[in-house]
């Protein structure tokens, strides 16, 4: 784990976003649409996980998404762990504590997704899905639980989720498993005045598709174009607000009408 830590601004909620890898994903927008709304934001990667991906690793990305946090006004700690590891989560959540202060809002951006079906899935990937998507996700959202100690109603919980299965499906079967997860929480964590919700934001094109796969998802979108990770930002900023507290234990679908 390799920290990196700006210094905490006064009076500002701390978020913990995990899963924020390039500028161009999803995780980095929800990070910079949470500081622009008043929040300091912790955030995690694993630039090994990148290596294993189509556009490879891009280091300079921790210090630009760490540079745009600082324009919005935010106090930003970078955090890198592997979410395989099962001592990550309260590593991560130490790492947090020290550098910014308690947890109010967690926000689970991360994912390990490698396409592959029922005949052509190795055990070693499935486990490894399993393990980042559903089991890293539950040690989080129960370090988060064990350490809230904020005023009631004002905790947040958000997972981004995904219906993929069809040629995904460790992907999609862990990503079930994190719905399951989320939604649990919403009512275990009751009591400390949490809420929980998972959001499903559909096609989002971060690199990711070829021309066919944007195409196809396209026709798919009656609104005629795919989803950007801003998109998926104001709905998770909207969740984290005291706006958004009555919004609770839901699966949320932003996606355009994708289907």
Same mark, same amino acid.
């Given at each position: 784990?390799? %920290?990196? /830590? +700006? *210094?905490?601004? %006064?009076? *500002? %909620? #701390?978020? $913990? #976003?995990?899963?924020?890898? &390039?500028?161009?994903? =999803?995780?980095?927008?929800?990070?910079?649409?949470?500081?622009?709304?008043?929040?300091?934001?912790?955030?995690?990667?694993?630039?090994?996980? +990148? +290596?294993?991906?189509?556009?490879?690793?891009?280091?300079?990305?921790?210090?630009? =998404?760490?540079?745009? $946090? &600082?324009?919005?006004?935010?106090?930003?700690?970078? =955090?890198?762990?592997? $979410?395989?590891?099962?001592?990550?989560?309260?590593?991560?959540? +130490?790492?947090?504590?020290?550098?910014?202060?308690?947890? /109010?809002?967690?926000v689970m951006c991360h994912c390990e997704s490698v396409d592959s079906g029922l005949l052509d899935t190795t055990v070693d990937s499935f486990d490894r899905h399993f393990a980042v998507n559903a089991r890293a996700s539950w040690l989080l959202i129960r370090e988060f639980g064990l350490r809230f100690r904020g005023p009631h109603g004002t905790g947040r919980i958000v997972s981004l989720t995904s219906d993929a299965l069809v040629g995904n499906v460790p992907y999609g079967a862990s990503k079930g498993a994190l719905d399951r997860i989320t939604l649990a929480a919403a009512r275990e964590y009751g009591h400390l005045g949490i809420s929980a919700n998972a959001i499903n934001p559909g096609p989002v094109d971060t690199g990711w598709m070829s021309d066919e796969v944007r195409a196809g998802c396209l026709a798919r979108t009656p609104l005629g174009r795919l989803g950007t990770p801003q998109d998926t930002a104001r709905l998770v900023s909207f969740l984290c607000s005291p706006q958004g507290g009555w919004v609770n234990g839901q699966l949320l679908y932003s996606n355009g009408g994708f289907g």
């Amino acid at each position: 784990m390799n %920290p990196q /830590t +700006d *210094r905490q601004q %006064p009076g *500002r %909620p #701390v978020a $913990l #976003v995990t899963g924020v890898g &390039r500028t161009v994903g =999803i995780g980095a927008g929800v990070a910079a649409q949470l500081a622009a709304s008043g929040w300091d934001v912790a955030f995690t990667y694993w630039h090994a996980y +990148d +290596d294993r991906m189509p556009w490879g690793q891009q280091p300079k990305d921790t210090a630009a =998404i760490t540079a745009s $946090l &600082r324009q919005q006004g935010a106090a930003s700690a970078a =955090i890198e762990a592997d $979410l395989t590891a099962t001592m990550a989560p309260a590593e991560i959540f +130490d790492a947090v504590q020290r550098q910014l202060g308690d947890v /109010t809002a967690l926000v689970m951006c991360h994912c390990e997704s490698v396409d592959s079906g029922l005949l052509d899935t190795t055990v070693d990937s499935f486990d490894r899905h399993f393990a980042v998507n559903a089991r890293a996700s539950w040690l989080l959202i129960r370090e988060f639980g064990l350490r809230f100690r904020g005023p009631h109603g004002t905790g947040r919980i958000v997972s981004l989720t995904s219906d993929a299965l069809v040629g995904n499906v460790p992907y999609g079967a862990s990503k079930g498993a994190l719905d399951r997860i989320t939604l649990a929480a919403a009512r275990e964590y009751g009591h400390l005045g949490i809420s929980a919700n998972a959001i499903n934001p559909g096609p989002v094109d971060t690199g990711w598709m070829s021309d066919e796969v944007r195409a196809g998802c396209l026709a798919r979108t009656p609104l005629g174009r795919l989803g950007t990770p801003q998109d998926t930002a104001r709905l998770v900023s909207f969740l984290c607000s005291p706006q958004g507290g009555w919004v609770n234990g839901q699966l949320l679908y932003s996606n355009g009408g994708f289907g």
